[in-house]
């Protein structure tokens, strides 16, 4: 259970379409249904409609999910003299889209199927005789131009002098008297209804920020998911060789280690340095591996005798992930940079244990997080890049065992490649979390950090929101 004070932690102003999308899957994770969510819209948008006192409607929908809450709404407002639903009877329509289409045949409304412009024509009367209309053809996913039978439908409803109340947002081109977002405004000017999805699915990670993953293209080539340069090992030799594992589970194409230690992995590139501990001495050969990396990972197993080395990695460094010995004053930035710390490692970077309550670890965490993102390893993981908070609870005690830790930090990297520092290290660290949860249930409290990999991809790569 969520206490009120959580509330601090919510984003507010536009919310852009990714995010939404994660909020939403997320919010179906626990427990609440698409379909659901669309009939608190829905109804919200009918509610709107009938403020202005219409006896006839004309509701434009598309294929999508916007298009869906066009028909909930067309089915509350099945009372009015005539409700006319215009919809695209060409191309795939969304799961829920379809499910609320078979609900309106059941209502009182006039549906008017389209496939091209001349059909478009052949309903033009309708335009004239509304009193309002409602603009449900594209929602926040669309891209690109507006394509036909919608973009007649857009030109025949400007032409037409009418309210017009745009769903979510407005179709590209159209004129809206009013635009009814839900949750968050999508845009600036949008009224708000609240479509009741819970404080947790936006302050917490959840199943739905897998969505914020890339798709690799179909032709890509080799690299393309990244390259991470991880630096770390001397006294300890098997953590930077965790995080480099973790880091090509989580997708890198690319992934080199330097370091004074060698463990044979086939699939990793071995950059070998001399001696027993990362000095000065190596610097030339590590700044140009930094010059060819996406991301640098540095600190596992590094030791408390290299800090001059990691602060001439962070200098040179565009991104990196700093963990472990490299949290230590002065604290190393990149240009843009994750620090990965435990409490002990907070408190050596910011002189303060951070507070056991977890609205008040939000808050210590925020204001700490001057120089990059900061992901605070804990029970519950707390992440922040200043501005924003969120929170994540995938874990099991199990994941006290060493190398957990690192891995969080190679995942971190592979994701750094492609996403924000913030956006990178809460994902790490819901997978991470995840993949203990699942390695645990297979080996419980004897779990090794090197038995989570193998369950990285599946769950980054095979994703369901509805997990």
Same mark, same amino acid.
């Given at each position: 259970?969520?206490?009120?004070?959580?509330?601090?932690?919510?984003?507010?102003?536009?919310?852009?379409?990714?995010?939404?999308?994660?909020?939403?899957?997320?919010?179906?994770?626990?427990?609440?249904?698409?379909?659901?969510?669309?009939?608190?819209?829905?109804?919200?948008?009918?509610? &709107?409609?009938?403020?202005?006192?219409?006896?006839?409607?004309?509701?434009?929908?598309?294929?999508?999910?916007?298009?869906?809450?066009?028909?909930?709404?067309?089915?509350?407002?099945?009372?009015?003299?005539?409700?006319?639903?215009?919809?695209?009877?060409?191309?795939?329509?969304? &799961?829920?889209?379809?499910?609320?289409?078979?609900?309106?045949?059941?209502?009182?409304?006039?549906?008017?199927?389209?496939?091209?412009?001349? +059909?478009?024509?052949?309903?033009?009367?309708?335009?004239?005789?509304?009193?309002?209309?409602?603009?449900?053809?594209?929602?926040?996913?669309?891209?690109?131009?507006?394509?036909?039978?919608?973009?007649?439908? /857009?030109?025949?409803?400007?032409?037409?002098?009418?309210?017009?109340?745009?769903?979510?947002?407005?179709?590209?081109?159209?004129?809206?008297?009013?635009?009814?977002?839900?949750?968050?405004?999508?845009?600036?000017?949008?009224?708000?209804?609240?479509?009741?999805?819970?404080?947790?699915?936006?302050?917490?990670?959840?199943?739905?920020?897998?969505?914020?993953?890339?798709?690799?293209?179909?032709?890509?080539?080799?690299?393309?998911?990244?390259?991470?340069?991880?630096?770390?090992?001397?006294?300890?030799?098997?953590?930077?060789?965790?995080?480099?594992?973790? &880091?090509?589970?989580?997708?890198?194409?690319?992934?080199?280690?330097?370091?004074?230690?060698?463990?044979?992995?086939?699939?990793?590139?071995?950059?070998?340095?001399?001696?027993?501990?990362?000095?000065?001495?190596?610097?030339?050969?590590?700044?140009?591996?930094?010059?060819?990396?996406?991301?640098?990972?540095?600190?596992?197993?590094?030791?408390?005798?290299?800090?001059?080395?990691?602060?001439?990695?962070?200098?040179?460094?565009?991104?990196?992930?700093?963990?472990?010995?490299?949290?230590?004053?002065?604290?190393?930035? /990149?240009?843009?940079?994750?620090?990965?710390?435990?409490?002990?490692?907070?408190?050596?970077?910011?002189?303060?244990?951070?507070?056991?309550?977890?609205?008040?670890?939000?808050?210590?965490?925020? /204001? &700490?997080?001057?120089?990059?993102?900061?992901?605070?390893?804990?029970?519950?993981?707390?992440?922040?890049?200043?501005?924003?908070?969120?929170?994540?609870?995938?874990?099991?005690?199990?994941?006290?065992?060493?190398?957990?830790?690192?891995?969080?930090?190679?995942? /971190?990297?592979?994701?750094?490649?492609?996403?924000?520092?913030?956006?990178?290290?809460?994902?790490?660290?819901?997978?991470?979390?995840?993949?203990?949860?699942?390695?645990?249930?297979?080996?419980?409290?004897?779990?090794?950090?090197? +038995?989570?990999?193998?369950?990285?991809?599946?769950?980054?790569?095979?994703?369901?929101?509805?997990?």
């Amino acid at each position: 259970m969520t206490s009120n004070n959580m509330r601090e932690f919510l984003e507010t102003g536009v919310i852009d379409a990714a995010r939404m999308r994660a909020v939403e899957g997320n919010a179906v994770a626990l427990g609440q249904p698409s379909l659901l969510m669309m009939e608190c819209a829905g109804r919200a948008v009918a509610d &709107a409609v009938l403020a202005r006192g219409p006896s006839r409607v004309l509701v434009l929908c598309g294929r999508g999910n916007n298009g869906g809450d066009g028909m909930v709404a067309a089915r509350y407002l099945q009372h009015l003299d005539s409700v006319d639903v215009v919809y695209p009877d060409c191309g795939s329509t969304t &799961a829920s889209a379809a499910a609320e289409l078979a609900l309106l045949r059941h209502c009182s409304v006039a549906l008017h199927p389209v496939r091209c412009a001349a +059909d478009v024509e052949a309903v033009s009367r309708l335009f004239d005789e509304t009193d309002i209309i409602v603009d449900a053809m594209l929602g926040t996913g669309a891209s690109g131009a507006v394509r036909e039978p919608l973009a007649s439908l /857009a030109a025949r409803a400007n032409a037409s002098g009418v309210p017009v109340v745009a769903v979510d947002i407005p179709t590209p081109g159209i004129r809206a008297s009013r635009i009814l977002s839900f949750h968050r405004p999508k845009v600036e000017g949008a009224d708000v209804a609240d479509i009741g999805i819970p404080l947790e699915a936006e302050i917490f990670t959840g199943p739905g920020d897998l969505t914020l993953v890339p798709a690799r293209a179909s032709g890509a080539h080799k690299g393309a998911g990244g390259e991470v340069l991880v630096v770390g090992g001397g006294p300890y030799q098997g953590a930077p060789y965790i995080a480099a594992i973790g &880091a090509l589970r989580a997708g890198a194409d690319i992934v080199r280690v330097a370091s004074p230690a060698y463990v044979p992995m086939p699939d990793l590139i071995y950059e070998r340095l001399e001696g027993k501990a990362i000095t000065a001495d190596h610097l030339e050969t590590i700044l140009s591996l930094v010059d060819r990396a996406d991301v640098v990972v540095c600190g596992m197993g590094l030791g408390k005798e290299s800090h001059d080395v990691v602060l001439a990695v962070a200098e040179a460094a565009e991104k990196a992930v700093f963990d472990a010995d490299a949290l230590a004053l002065p604290l190393p930035a /990149a240009r843009k940079t994750i620090y990965t710390p435990h409490a002990g490692e907070f408190a050596r970077m910011t002189g303060a244990e951070p507070p056991a309550d977890l609205a008040a670890r939000g808050r210590c965490v925020k /204001a &700490a997080a001057t120089a990059g993102t900061i992901l605070l390893k804990g029970p519950v993981d707390v992440v922040s890049d200043g501005s924003r908070v969120r929170f994540n609870r995938t874990g099991t005690p199990a994941m006290t065992t060493g190398g957990t830790g690192d891995l969080l930090a190679g995942i /971190a990297g592979a994701l750094f490649c492609h996403l924000p520092a913030f956006e990178a290290a809460c994902l790490a660290a819901y997978v991470n979390g995840r993949a203990g949860m699942l390695a645990a249930e297979e080996r419980g409290e004897g779990m090794l950090a090197t +038995d989570m990999p193998d369950h990285i991809p599946e769950i980054l790569f095979r994703r369901s929101a509805s997990e």
